[in-house]
């Protein structure tokens, strides 16, 4: 989902204790983190919402990022600047943090015309376009349960989409790329498995604000004049994305994915609630029905993928 959504599952696996009791606490604090970072990436949300109705997109984008930034420069002086300027792969890491920038920038711009609510589905439904494109794309095997499962997330995301009435709007449509440039940019992800996640988050990051800043080099009167009673508040939504990030993160390093990810779902509850307090916004029952369609096929993905990752194992 956007910049803001939460990252996938690292490729270095989570780190294992001995004892069980000490697993037993390690996971425990995995699904405390998770539950945060989820929390945090919502807050992030909720705040750029209420933030574009006084900055424009590429402006806020543009701070965001530099603010992001800023908060990371300890992690790159401390692992080494070169180890974010030698990327393996340089042309696919462009092209990942381009589209996360497009993420960004799209998610922002829906979240400024519909229901936070309305707008976290469509990114809600990424991985089901992942699994839908990796057999193409990465030489994946899908069976025909994954199959099932993902035509029954396209049928949530057109019920969500409620394209036979006039909610099939530029809003919804943008939402609907943004979340497939998300999408594609998590596959490109999968690609890049021994790159730090520090640096891939840096380059996300830089990504961004190379895009904004050439955004509003092209398109007029994406600057405004900064409002001092306001100023603080476009820098924050980096400095909660990036605790949000580091929440997750380390979420995924105390616990099994199996355990933890499935609570990354936790966004949309947050997104209706926060909805409900901050804009009054009530979800249509399409909405309603199209997000129980789409948290319910990705969760067989993830849990059949998880399945068959075991069994694979087994067999080697």
């Known amino acids: 989902m956007s910049s803001t959504a939460p990252p996938q599952p690292p490729a270095i696996p989570p780190v294992t204790p001995a004892c069980p009791a000490t697993l037993q606490h390690s996971a425990g604090l995995g699904i405390v983190f998770m539950l945060l970072g989820m929390l945090m990436f919502s807050l992030n949300d909720t705040m750029g919402k209420w933030l574009v109705e006084t900055y424009p997109v590429l402006q806020l984008m543009a701070i965001r990022s530099v603010a992001a930034l800023l908060v990371l420069l300890p992690l790159v002086l401390r692992r080494g600047v070169s180890s974010v300027i030698r990327v393996e792969r340089p ?35 990424a991985p089901i376009y992942v699994a839908a ?8 095997k899908v069976g025909w349960r994954r199959w099932t499962a993902i035509l029954i997330g396209f049928a949530g995301v057109l019920v969500a989409l409620d394209p036979s009435r006039e ?29 730090p996640d520090t640096t891939l988050v840096v380059w996300q990051f ?12 092209v398109v007029p009167g994406s600057w405004k004049p900064l409002d001092p009673a306001t100023i603080l508040l476009p820098a924050l939504l980096g400095v909660v994305a990036m605790l ?23 966004l949309l509850f947050w997104a209706v609630v926060f909805g409900w307090i901050f804009f009054g916004d009530t979800p249509r ?25 075991k069994i694979n194992h087994r067999d080697e």
């Open 91 to 125: 042309g696919l890491q462009a092209l990942r943090a381009l589209l996360f920038a497009i993420d960004a920038t799209a998610f922002y711009f829906a979240v400024g015309f519909m229901p936070l609510a309305d707008a976290m589905i469509y990114w809600l439904a």
């Open 133 to 140: 494109l990796s057999p193409f794309l990465l030489g994946e």
């Open 167 to 195: 909610s099939l709007s530029l809003p919804a449509l943008v939402a609907l790329f943004g979340s497939a440039c998300f999408a594609f940019a998590i596959m490109l992800g999968r690609t890049l498995r021994t790159t």
């Open 206 to 217: 830089v990504g961004s604000l190379v895009f904004s800043l050439i955004g509003m080099a």
């Open 244 to 266: 949000a990030h580091v929440l997750v993160s380390r979420s995924l390093k105390l616990a099994d994915a199996a355990t933890v990810v499935p609570l990354q779902y936790t």
């Open 285 to 309: 029952p399409t909405v309603v029905i199209g997000a129980a369609l789409i948290v319910a096929s990705g969760l067989f993905i993830f849990f059949r993928e998880q399945k068959l990752k």
